[in-house]
């Protein structure tokens, strides 16, 4: 018996399948589909099916008899005739559809006057939700289409890219009861409006209007759309606009304009749109675009979108007051206006006023000011897009553990180096996403706590990581992604001089003090004649690779006098030798990381002269950093001079290394020390010691 089952079961769902399945239709649940099958008739649909999706067949023409296929015709809600070749249709077609909502009839070159009947046909039976008449051209979507009407087909009326040249009060007055009116991707130059007191929604974008339409009847606040509440007119000809076409435009909510040629924002633009929210006008195209003082002030503002294409100083006409009066503003999108040429004050003053954004969007800006200056001490920001700038480097406080930031997107910029002082582990770990890819990562020791924490987090909160995390330098790391890099524990953890302490005895001590003393003052002696012993032969110049410089000069502005009136003048003027210097030799325009290092490449030696502010400047570590990647890389020789005693709190842990692992030169004012120094430092640079 079982056995008997189980073969009816079969037989019958083979049966379905046949009869079902085998018309080339797909049935999913309550939808069925027949898709680019070439159909010339609809098949058998089953009674449970509410969706009917009948598109890119070969109809010809659709009378009542064209769904005698279909089981329960009063089940179905939606019918989609796409592309079926349709050029006739009886105004009776649909009269077994009872609860049909969702009709469309898209691409399909059917007669007017059909088109007229059964539009007329719907309206006195029954409105539609949505009505989908898109592609049709002007042989079937013109005035007389719904030249019958008395009542709205339907409540959304989509009638996109019919090539329509003008919408007038003709066809406008027989859809009074239209909601949501889509005339996108048209050729409409006009736009005329009547009475259409339940228009919610109208989108007007890829058209070829010069204006925006007039939206109020005569020179009253009385509006044609008195309950609108979203207007989109992106992608136009509109080369101007002001406060007046939207003064009885109280209600609306949502206003898109972008992708017009507007030349002019004038101050209280939106004064009469009283419960706008969102305004959007990205890439607009006006060749001299000026944003007046004022121009989006808007007590009810949240959305602001303004990217152009624009200089940010010929753009916005006062800095300070281009986003005053925006108390609730949430998000603010100015991406791809160049504000490359702001000062970190215009920047501070720019964005000052909106204290209230939570979303910030600046792609492209061109910024390379202090972040500081753009985010100030917002911290209400949660979402922050600043890709594709020219961005540094990141101070210390910028982001900090008491942030609300969620998303924080840096990157394409130039950032070489990520201090955990300035993206503290704590703020990262409440980040829900991170982007710094594309940056030219410095991989070094200072980056180890970065890298491992990458390795640690989930890679859903990583935009583009592994691939988009690579190292710019050093060399031996160059295109190298950052999850390949690794260290050895003595590589950034070098040994370090232990500290003896006690005491020995006091007769001891007494006698190693008195030594001390004596070493000391004559200290520069004995440390002559230990050099004078070890020397053994003269230095001969090295042949091999040609180079620009016999030497790359590193130190801090603040001892820029030592170098200037000591160190050129003797190894230039007195020795014939050729210094790169950073005041005389970099080339105007290029990076500075980018000279430093092209310049070191082509230096025969690396001289660092150390201070206390050598410690204090980040080009100087900079310059320390690439100088020990090369002197390990290339075996390039670095001379190390000791300008004056390096207080501890400027010693940091490179400087600390370096004294302790270099033989290094010690400056002093003692004239014996200065001959011992003169003669080390020509030794050093293969100078003739009795030249």
């Given at each position: 018996m079982?056995?008997?089952?189980?073969?009816?079961?079969?037989?019958?769902?083979?049966?379905?399948?046949?009869?079902?399945?085998?018309?080339?239709?797909?049935?999913?649940?309550?939808?069925?589909?027949?898709?680019?099958?070439?159909?010339?008739?609809?098949?058998?649909?089953?009674?449970n099916i509410e969706q009917l999706i009948f598109r890119g067949n070969n109809l010809g023409s659709v009378t009542f008899e064209t769904f005698k296929n279909v089981e329960n015709p009063p089940k179905i809600w939606r019918l989609t005739l796409t592309a079926n070749r349709i050029v006739n249709i009886t105004k009776d077609a649909f009269k077994n559809f009872t609860h049909l909502s969702f009709l469309e009839l898209s691409s399909n070159q059917i007669k007017v006057k059909d088109l007229k009947m059964l539009l007329w046909n719907i309206s006195e039976t029954r409105p539609l939700d949505s009505l989908y008449m898109e592609e049709m051209g002007t042989g079937s979507i013109n005035e007389e289409t719904f030249s019958l009407l008395n009542k709205t087909p339907a409540i959304n009326l989509i009638l996109e890219n019919n090539k329509l040249e003008n919408f007038t009060t003709t066809i406008l007055s027989r859809l009074k009861g239209v909601e949501l009116l889509n005339i996108d991707f048209n050729n409409i130059t006009e736009f005329t409006l009547t009475n259409m007191d339940e228009l919610q929604a109208l989108?007007?974008?890829?058209?070829?209007?010069?204006?925006?339409?007039?939206?109020?009847?005569?020179?009253?606040?009385?509006?044609?759309?008195?309950?609108?509440?979203?207007?989109?007119?992106?992608?136009?000809?509109?080369?101007?606009?002001?406060?007046?076409?939207?003064r009885c435009l109280t209600t609306l909510e949502k206003l898109q304009i972008g992708h017009n040629v507007i030349g002019t924002f004038p101050s209280m633009l939106l004064s009469n749109l009283k419960n706008l929210t969102y305004f959007g006008v990205s890439a607009n195209l006006g060749r001299e675009m000026k944003i007046f003082p004022f121009a989006f002030a808007s007590s009810t503002l949240t959305f602001l979108e303004i990217g152009f294409n624009g200089n940010a100083l010929t753009v916005f006409q006062s800095i300070p007051e281009t986003f005053k009066g925006l108390p609730i503003l949430q998000t603010l999108d100015l991406s791809f206006i160049n504000m490359m040429q702001m000062t970190d004050q215009n920047v501070t003053d720019l964005f000052a006023p909106v204290t209230s954004i939570d979303t910030l969007h600046c792609f492209k800006c061109y910024l390379q000011c202090d972040i500081k200056s753009l985010i100030g001490n917002n911290l209400n920001l949660t979402k922050v897009d600043l890709k594709g700038n020219y961005f540094e480097t990141i101070r210390p406080g910028v982001f900090t553990e008491k942030s609300k930031m969620k998303t924080l997107l840096l990157g394409v910029n130039k950032i070489g180096h990520v201090s955990s002082k300035s993206l503290p582990i704590t703020f990262l770990n409440n980040l829900t996403y991170l982007d710094l890819s594309e940056n030219p990562f410095i991989c070094d020791c200072d980056l180890v706590w970065f890298i491992d924490w990458l390795k640690t987090v989930n890679k859903s909160r990583l935009w583009y990581y592994p691939e988009g995390y690579k190292c710019a330098f050093p060399p031996k790391w160059a295109n190298k992604r950052l999850d390949e890099v690794h260290f050895s524990y003595l590589e950034c953890h070098p040994f370090t001089t232990p500290e003896w302490i006690g005491m020995i005895g006091g007769p001891i001590t007494v006698v190693l003090i008195i030594l001390s003393l004596i070493a000391y003052r004559n200290r520069w002696n004995i440390?002559?004649?230990?050099?004078?012993?070890?020397?053994?032969?003269?230095?001969?110049?090295?042949?091999?690779?040609?180079?620009?410089?016999?030497?790359?000069?590193?130190?801090?502005?603040?001892?820029?006098?030592?170098?200037?009136?000591?160190?050129?003048?003797?190894?230039?003027?007195?020795?014939?030798?050729?210094?790169?210097?950073?005041?005389r030799d970099f080339p105007v325009g290029g990076f500075i990381n980018d000279n430093i290092v092209e310049r070191m490449r082509q230096s025969k030696k690396i001289i660092l002269v150390l201070s206390?502010?050598?410690?204090?400047?980040?080009?100087?570590?900079?310059?320390?950093?690439?100088?020990?990647?090369?002197?390990?890389?290339?075996?390039?020789?670095?001379?190390?001079?000791?300008?004056?005693?390096?207080?501890?709190?400027?010693?940091?842990?490179?400087?600390?290394?370096?004294?302790?692992?270099?033989?290094?030169?010690?400056?002093?004012?003692?004239?014996?020390?200065?001959?011992?120094?003169?003669?080390?430092?020509?030794?050093?640079?293969?100078?003739?010691?009795?030249?």
């Open positions: 079982v056995i008997v089952n189980s073969s009816i079961r079969i037989i019958i769902s083979l049966f379905v399948i046949k009869y079902v399945y085998g018309t080339g239709c797909r049935f999913h649940g309550v939808k069925a589909e027949c898709i680019n099958t070439n159909l010339r008739e609809i098949p058998k649909i089953p009674g989108r007007i974008r890829h058209n070829k209007l010069t204006n925006v339409p007039n939206f109020c009847n005569g020179n009253s606040t009385k509006s044609f759309t008195k309950n609108m509440v979203a207007l989109f007119l992106n992608y136009n000809y509109i080369t101007s606009i002001s406060n007046d076409p939207f440390k002559h004649y230990i050099y004078m012993l070890r020397k053994r032969r003269e230095y001969a110049p090295l042949r091999g690779e040609e180079f620009v410089y016999d030497a790359f000069v590193a130190y801090n502005q603040s001892i820029v006098l030592w170098v200037k009136n000591f160190l050129i003048p003797f190894l230039e003027g007195e020795h014939g030798l050729k210094l790169c210097v950073h005041e206390n502010s050598f410690a204090s400047s980040e080009w100087c570590m900079f310059e320390l950093k690439v100088a020990h990647s090369m002197h390990i890389k290339d075996s390039v020789e670095v001379i190390v001079i000791l300008l004056e005693e390096v207080q501890a709190k400027n010693m940091n842990n490179a400087m600390k290394v370096l004294l302790e692992n270099t033989t290094y030169l010690e400056w002093t004012d003692d004239n014996v020390g200065q001959e011992l120094f003169i003669t080390k430092l020509k030794d050093a640079m293969g100078v003739a010691v009795n030249s």
